[in-house]
């Protein structure tokens, strides 16, 4: 169930849910209970949850096993092969029958369906991303009425489509279906084609006047004034004079009234109104996501018609694109300000969408913020993300870089297919169009560079390979960037992500960039460094989840990289072989696999740690750093930095702290040590930068320090050493140079170099030591160790999560950090286990 049926008021009537809205004249009933569900063409029904899907409904009633569990996946394909059948009975009551409008909106439907309302055949839907309205006056009766939803066979249907086409696609028949491109399996997904309602279905009733849906725009905004639009679809039965008030519920102030004519039917109204001194949305990083609440109220002759309310945010925001002396610009400016864009690809938190709560949605971007993120990036082969992702983002002060839902693909050119995806965008656009989170839309993923680049365009006959460009073009040059003009027109459109392809030069000086010659081209770590663009839209690394996920999908005692289960959930064809190369590159290879987990989150953290700062240190001329992936659709080897149940791994912690608004990065330049200090702070301030060349037993070889001043919005170099000098009395395999920035003396960040992959680092034992104490939140944790502690792992069987992990400690420097946990436990000291480098090697 999403957020906003939690807000229903529950009403019991034949079993059935129903929520009424406070609103006297326009009423909502949901149905959302009494739901069967059955094979088409068997008498065995079986009870089902609605929102819910196939996979869900079989697995509660035990019909199907765990398909994430083992290599269950490959036994239930059959499902996909399959007609389903949803249906129910339901009542409504007389508030809704004597409503002179009726209308039933079916919210998400996956995704060929045909809905039968008391046997009448109302809706033929074949496209899991748009909602469909329908009127239900006709087909309702007085008392029980019942509904059907009949899923056909994704597979089945699409092979009809295709054997009706003279076109071939470069991903086959899937290229006829609008639905959630991931359910086909990716390279971190597993083959699981859905069906079900996704999404709540409901009865909406009214008389006389009903609001469709509110647009407000800032058409002049400054921090002294902003004059907002408001913009009002309304439908009538009848020509008639209403009034509009605004309520600005925050301050509880009316900021506009005023009497308009409306015609019979569909009616557009627009008013303006200012306030003084607005307080501007910010990301979280920069200032306050603050938000207004302008509650809208539609009346005749003092009656009520009418009310919504709208959050929403005031900013501006700009995507600069601008010639310069390398190319063109690529970089986001919020209420006047560039801001670098610090964040990562999201894509749908499960396979089975109805099992995303509004709970793990709030976890999800709460860590988000934790990790310092300013920008989630909603990938084209998902979903359009349900309202409340965006009222979060809004929320907690994340921009949103939203992707339509195309990836990878090119699509039919028939009138059927091209109407479907109007409709599709344009509600979508509609939808999400008051959000301040929103900050660009991009047609989608990747399909210009496989085009151009993957010899797509080489595949087909001239005749037909034009025909394929044209239709892009007309998609992705001209329906959507219309669309986004029309509805949405303050908010920048791109037409694919990336703009140019790896191995085109131009993908270096203009445009977003998409590198992976890190991983696929199995270059380098710090081929990051030169191979930086304007905006790096997507890079990644894998790594395996941590044991106790590993153990929730494996049924092996003491699994391996080549258990059958872990093959399974590692979807990279390649993934376990380029794991394993990098890692004899950058460590060594345990013989425990608990370890090799272990080693596989320290090299992904390692690698994307590097590439993080090479973008970061770029600024001005990168302004973006989104890495693949943040979180998983279900438990596996994947690109993420937080698996499937919301355990993080260590490239969760290494993001964190590199995207800190202020960080100290240090890097090698031939002979050269570089010593940067790079500030997204909007303000200039006065620094300490110290630096200490310092052994492992905890020996400080070397120190300097100084005052700077620190340039807002800024990358530079603060200090340089020549690598050789630094070392002439130190050996590189037993030191670490460690930079730290303080103001009035309290530290703000630091920086560990080493001058050497950690498999060459002569450790020894740590003899590590800490102290808990308990607090109203969990449990402080202070740690010291008497030689240099490597990549301190802490794990524990508790309920919780502990705000640092994976980290390192110097002799002579303590660590402190934080359990979160509701959960007292009186053994918690013996509970933890920890885990470092040292104990891994190959001693």
């Not at 679809?233 to 301050?251: A, G, P």
């Not at 919020?334 to 670098?340: M, R, T």
């Not at 791109?494 to 010659?517: A, C, E």
Request: charged share 25%.
């Amino acid at each position: 169930m999403n957020l906003c049926n939690k807000i229903f008021i529950i009403f019991l009537l034949f079993t059935i849910s129903c929520s009424t809205k406070q609103n006297k004249n326009v009423k909502s009933f949901v149905i959302e209970s009494n739901w069967k569900l059955r094979k088409k063409g068997t008498g065995n029904f079986i009870d089902a949850k609605v929102p819910s899907c196939v996979f869900t409904d079989l697995m509660k009633n035990k019909i199907i096993k765990n398909p994430f569990f083992s290599d269950n996946e490959k036994n239930l394909q059959w499902i996909a092969e399959k007609e389903w059948e949803y249906s129910c009975k339901f009542i409504l009551p007389d508030e809704i029958l004597n409503k002179k409008n009726t209308k039933i909106i079916f919210h998400g439907l996956d995704t060929y369906a045909k809905v039968f309302l008391n046997d009448s055949l109302i809706l033929k839907a074949d496209n899991m991303f748009r909602k469909w309205e329908i009127d239900a006056k006709p087909h309702l009766k007085n008392d029980e009425n019942s509904l059907k939803i009949v899923f056909s066979s994704v597979n089945k249907t699409e092979k009809q489509l295709q054997s009706k086409s003279n076109l071939r696609f470069p991903e086959g028949k899937k290229s006829f279906t609008r639905k959630a491109a991931y359910h086909y399996g990716w390279d971190w997904a597993p083959k699981l084609l859905n069906c079900g309602i996704w999404k709540p279905i409901e009865i909406v009733a009214w008389d006389k006047c009903k609001i469709n849906n509110i647009y407000f725009s800032s058409n002049i905004l400054s921090t002294d004034k902003a004059v907002i639009k408001a913009e009002y679809n309304i439908s009538s039965d009848e020509k008639t004079r209403v009034n509009i008030e605004i309520k600005n519920t925050k301050e509880n102030k009316i900021v506009f009234s005023k009497k308009f004519n409306l015609k019979k039917g569909s009616n557009i109204l627009s008013c303006e109104f200012e306030i003084n001194n607005p307080r501007l949305w910010q990301v979280h990083n920069i200032g306050e996501p603050y938000l207004y609440c302008f509650e809208n109220s539609l009346s005749n002759k003092s009656i009520l018609l009418d009310k919504k309310t709208t959050k929403t945010g005031l900013r501006k925001i700009e995507l600069v694109r601008d010639k310069d002396k390398a190319g063109k610009t690529f970089y986001f400016k919020l209420n006047s300000n560039p801001v670098f864009m610090k964040g990562s690809n999201y894509v749908p938190q499960d396979v089975f969408l109805n099992r995303v709560t509004a709970d793990k949605y709030e976890q999800i971007i709460k860590d988000a913020v934790a990790a310092n993120i300013n920008m989630l990036r909603v990938w084209g082969g998902g979903i359009y993300e349900n309202d409340v992702f965006y009222d979060l983002c809004d929320q907690y002060g994340i921009l949103v870089w939203q992707d339509f839902m195309f990836a990878n693909n090119l699509f039919p050119d028939t009138k059927h297919f091209i109407e479907n995806i109007k409709v599709e965008a344009v509600e979508n656009v509609v939808r999400l169009r008051n959000h301040p989170c929103l900050a660009l839309w991009c047609g989608n993923n990747e399909i210009d560079e496989a085009w151009h680049n993957w010899g797509w365009s080489h595949s087909y006959s001239a005749k037909d390979s034009a025909r394929l460009w044209e239709n892009y073009k007309t998609i992705f040059h001209e329906i959507l960037p219309n669309i986004v003009k029309k509805f949405h027109g303050d908010i920048a459109y791109v037409s694919s992500s990336p703009k140019f392809g790896r191995g085109n030069k131009q993908s270096l000086v203009q445009g977003d960039s998409h590198y992976w010659g890190v991983w696929h081209d199995r270059k380098n770590f710090n081929s990051f460094i030169p191979n930086t663009g304007r905006f790096m839209s997507e890079y990644g690394f894998q790594s395996y989840p941590c044991i106790k996920t590993i153990k929730a999908f494996v049924e092996e005692k003491n699994p391996n990289i080549n258990s059958e289960a872990i093959l399974n959930h590692q979807k990279n064809l390649q993934g376990n072989e380029i794991i394993d190369q990098y890692m004899k590159q950058y460590f060594f290879v345990p013989k425990k696999f608990s370890d090799y987990v272990y080693i596989s989150q320290l090299l992904q953290a390692e690698g994307i740690k590097i590439g993080i700062e090479a973008h970061r240190r770029a600024k001005p001329y990168c302004m973006g750093s989104l890495f693949w992936q943040f979180n998983d659709c279900w438990p596996s080897v994947s690109w993420s930095s937080i698996d499937f149940y919301g355990r993080k791994k260590a490239v969760y912690f290494f993001a964190k702290n590199s995207f800190k608004n202020v960080i100290v990065s240090s890097v090698e330049d031939n002979v050269k040590l570089n010593i940067f200090v790079v500030s997204d702070s909007l303000k200039n301030f006065k620094a300490k930068i110290k630096i200490m060349l310092i052994n492992f037993n905890g020996n400080i070889l070397k120190q300097e320090e100084s005052i700077e001043n620190i340039s807002s919005n800024s990358s530079k170099i603060y200090k340089q050493f020549n690598i050789a000098d630094l070392l002439i009395d130190a050996d590189k395999n037993k030191c670490l140079l460690l930079s730290e920035l303080s103001i009035d003396e309290k530290k703000i960040c630091s920086d560990i170099h080493y001058f050497t992959e950690t498999k060459n680092l002569k450790l020894k034992e740590p003899t590590i030591t800490f102290k808990t104490k308990k607090t109203y939140s969990g449990y402080i944790i202070n740690l010291a160790s008497k030689y240099l502690a490597k990549n301190i792992y802490l794990s524990i069987d508790e309920k919780g999560c502990f705000t640092d992990n994976y980290f390192d400690i110097i002799p002579g420097i303590s660590k402190q950090l934080t359990f979160i946990t509701n959960k007292k436990s009186n053994d918690f000291d013996e509970k933890i286990e920890i885990k470092t480098v040292y104990q891994t090697m190959d001693k």
